[in-house]
């Protein structure tokens, strides 16, 4: 026997099994991004491998280490996609969509990075982001954590907001430098990864995991006391948005995020649930990335969630968001009548959508099909048989326990279906 072929370490199959959860969120996700007015796009898989590097900087873990980049056959170098802004970013400017007015858009879509695999992060992994462009005031930060907030509310997911501000470009360029003396101060403290970051990008330090810094990092500048007045304000007004939605936050001096491009507001959103995997949810503005990317000017933030981190947090209450579609399961017996089960199948789908019909497979008894129809966990059988069929009859019978089998005329089987559902 030949050996058997597997999936790569850290891209996972989505099992049948698994399928009615993911279908739910991505239906509550949908929804509650339309309902706020945000229209979908989608972005390649592949694109050119500048959209990254220019986009979240050439020095990140994820440019440096983690994408999927190859040459293809005419010597131009492609990267799978690590994350969805950059691309978004490189829609919005390619086909001039900010000059039609304020761009408000979500995307659902495959990531790929090259890391250790672990809970809740793969190297194949799924995320829903959200972007908006052309709005300069805290009032679209606001909505945009409301959004998520409405969301967390949805999903029965307990979640706590950290915010935090980088300032404006030119405040963070001076708040670099003094991280920048600081750290090179104490240069005997630093790790192998901060001392690489030291010159390239010192905020990145801000982020370390490792515990042996935690004191050094927290005795370095803050942001917050570096703010130019544009910045203040700003900042300010996205704190009264909150209070006023009632969406309790801490600020968290140390919050910087991961990638280059975020400026003024940036936030996360932290579960308990997922352990030291605790980040379910994170964002902040961009406002200069368009411009680098050869755009206009233009004002923009958004945020990403993982969608596997999501549903390890809701998968003992699916049922929560899992709206149970009425479910009928179709035993035909004979051939007339499997013919017959097909047709009618259609024409009760085509008048009730918003349910669903199995229909037997295979071929066996009375018996046999009735523990079939059991097992799928059907709330109806439908049964039409030989001496059902001559009489332009159906039978009904509940599964779970729910009244007596009835036999009603074929005519009315949608109406009647209507009631009972």
């Known amino acids: ?44 898989i592949v694109e050119s491998t500048e959209t990254f590097s220019r986009a979240i900087g050439e020095v990140t873990d994820i440019v440096e280490k983690e994408m999927y980049t190859w040459k293809d056959t005419s010597g131009d170098s492609l990267t799978l996609r690590p994350e969805g802004t950059a691309g978004v970013v490189r829609m919005m ?51 945009l954590i409301s959004i ?33 003396d600081f750290f090179s101060e104490n240069k005997d403290q630093l790790d192998e990864d901060s001392l690489r970051r030291l010159d390239t990008n010192p905020l990145r330090i801000l982020d370390s995991k490792n515990k042996k810094m935690e004191s050094l990092i927290s ?28 969406i309790p936050f801490t600020v968290n001096p140390k919050l910087v ?9 940036v936030f996360e959103w932290i579960s308990n649930d997922l352990g030291s995997q605790g980040t379910i949810c994170g964002g902040g503005r961009y406002d200069g990335l368009v411009e680098k990317m050869g755009g206009n000017p233009t004002p923009a933030i958004g945020f990403a969630m993982g969608i596997e981190r999501i549903a390890l ?48 497979m295979s071929m066996g008894g009375l018996k046999n099909q ?27 019978k509940p599964l779970k326990g729910q009244g007596a089998q009835q036999l009603i005329k074929l005519e009315g089987i949608i109406h009647h279906l209507e009631e009972i559902l």
């Open 148 to 180: 998520t907030d409405s969301l967390w509310k949805l999903l029965g997911i307990n979640a706590s907001l950290e915010i935090n501000t980088l300032g404006s470009s030119e405040s963070r360029s001076a708040y670099r430098e003094l991280l920048h």
């Open 313 to 360: 947090i809701v998968k003992d209450q699916s049922n929560q968001i899992n709206k149970t579609k009425p479910h009928l399961y179709f035993v035909a017996l004979g051939e007339k009548s499997q013919i017959e089960s097909i047709k009618l199948s259609k024409k009760i789908l085509s008048a009730l959508p918003n349910i669903i019909i199995t229909n037997d």
């Open 1 to 44: 026997m030949s050996k058997k072929i597997q999936a790569i370490r850290g891209m996972n199959d989505l099992l049948p099994s698994e399928s009615s959860l993911w279908s739910a969120l991505d239906e509550t996700i949908n929804n509650l991004m339309v309902s706020y007015g945000y229209k979908y796009c989608s972005t390649p």
């Open 219 to 246: 005795n370095a500048p803050k942001m917050i006391d570096h703010l130019d007045d544009e910045s203040k304000i700003h900042f300010s007004m996205l704190r009264n948005y909150l209070d006023s939605l009632e």
């Open 370 to 396: 009735m523990k079939k129809a059991d097992k799928s966990n059907a709330d109806f059988a439908l049964i039409l048989g030989e001496e059902e069929l001559l009489n332009n009859q159906l039978s009904i």
């Open 257 to 265: 995020r991961g990638l280059d491009y975020y400026n003024q507001t």
């Open 93 to 143: 400017i390619e086909h001039n969509l900010p000059r039609e007015g304020i761009q408000k858009v979500f995307y659902n879509g495959s990531m790929f990075r090259h890391e250790r695999p672990q809970k809740g992060r793969y190297r194949q992994f799924h995320q829903v982001g959200a972007e908006v462009f052309g709005v300069s005031d805290a009032k679209i930060d606001a909505e």
